[in-house]
């Protein structure tokens, strides 16, 4: 270890954002445990009964998944191609993307697969994508339809990094990119002549928050003017309980609507050994494996990949729920992730924002092609 790197860790071992995730993340995470363990046998006179999954695929339903090129995104998406899934990659590295295809279809020759090259941290990428994807279902004469989006791409970041719109990269990938990806896809999904779902991973660090004032700069990750460092521990725990806020929000709105066939749940996959810690020094991120296998709790991606799958198998009926633990088996969220006043509120701000930022874009592409 250089000196660069030793630096480095006695930094992040001097940071409080550092122990609050080694301390307040993991009691979040054995309180889920514990949850399920009393749910699952200290009341099991209650419905605990798991939620199935469906089994069978009717013709070739089209699956859209980001952050697909390793962990919990490429575990699924070699999942659902060997259910029948036509899946899209949609990732930031055509490299990775076209190694990802290339080794789903080591295992399954037959695999379905289409990659796109989108960065959730863009807005112009994300509407980019939408056109190409729209330009691709026409060429491939296929119905204009999506049956399920999984929500997967999130970071963790430990330095502040903004994007061209004028976010926190963390808070856009997780939360803002997953929110936008969504709004330009749900005619798609709306569209389908069957069921159709919406999944987004969320997390049990969720827990950790007590509270929020939801307004655009909370939005674009710029709430914390106190801090002297980058409250990357914070703004991470935001951005997964701002999923659940917006999955359990957009719920209540489809079932305002008794003719839509669209569904939403939310994955919180647990402790999964993945490179989502890559921004920390090996030897910190090696060491919170270490304690979390440990504790018994820390799982493969094919493993951890059960909730994802659990939240998109589901019958359709089952819509708001959020999945835990495997085997079809739900949690409660936080209370705070259901605070319907909260939703309400981080959706308006959200859809404000998206407008404006579609507003941007079509200004823009309008001048340029003007002046070409």
């Known amino acids: 270890m250089g000196l660069k790197e030793i630096y480095k860790v006695v930094k992040l071992m001097c940071c409080i954002e550092l122990w609050r995730m080694g301390v307040l993340w993991t009691l979040s995470l054995l309180i889920s445990y514990m949850r399920l363990f009393l749910f ?38 070699e999942a659902l191609s060997k259910l029948g899934f036509f899946v899209i990659l949609v990732g930031r590295s055509g490299h990775l993307l076209s190694q990802t295809i290339a080794d789903i279809r080591k295992r399954n020759e037959n695999a379905q697969l289409q990659a796109f090259e989108v960065d959730l941290s863009s807005f112009s990428s994300i509407i980019k994508f939408r056109n190409s994807f729209m330009h691709w279902l026409l060429h491939m004469n296929m119905h204009p339809s999506i049956q399920l989006l999984i929500n997967n791409a999130g970071i963790l970041a430990t330095s502040y990094r903004a994007t ?9 990938t997780n939360y803002m990119g997953a929110f936008c990806l969504t709004k330009v896809l749900l005619p798609l999904l709306e569209d389908s002549p069957v069921p159709s779902r919406i999944v987004s991973v969320s997390s049990f660090t969720h827990r950790s928050v007590n509270d929020v004032q939801v307004n655009k700069e909370f939005v674009f990750g710029k709430s914390f003017p106190d801090f002297k460092q980058y409250p990357f521990a914070h703004l991470y725990e935001r951005s997964k309980l701002c999923i659940l806020l917006f999955s359990y929000e957009l719920h209540r709105r489809i079932c305002k609507d008794k003719v ?22 090996q030897c910190l991120s090696q060491l919170a494996f270490a304690v979390l296998k440990l504790l018994g709790i820390l799982q493969s991606p094919e493993k951890g990949v059960s909730s994802i799958l659990d939240a998109a198998l589901a019958p359709p009926e089952t819509s708001g729920m959020y999945f835990f633990g495997g085997e079809g088996r739900t949690l409660e969220s936080s209370p705070l992730s259901h605070d319907t006043v909260l939703a309400e509120r981080l959706w308006e701000t959200s859809s404000d924002i998206f407008l404006d930022l579609k507003h941007s874009y079509d200004k823009t592409t309008t001048l340029v092609s003007t002046c070409g």
């Open 40 to 77: 699952l046998f200290l009341w099991r006179h209650k419905s605990t009964n798991p939620i199935p999954r469906q089994t069978a695929i009717a013709n070739t339903p089209l699956c859209v998944i980001t952050g697909p090129t390793s962990g919990l995104g490429a575990a699924a998406a």
């Open 164 to 172: 061209d719109d004028g976010f926190d990269e963390m808070m856009m």
């Open 260 to 281: 839509s066939q669209l569904s939403v749940n939310v994955a919180d996959p647990g402790a999964v050994k993945t490179n989502i810690m890559r921004d920390l020094p």
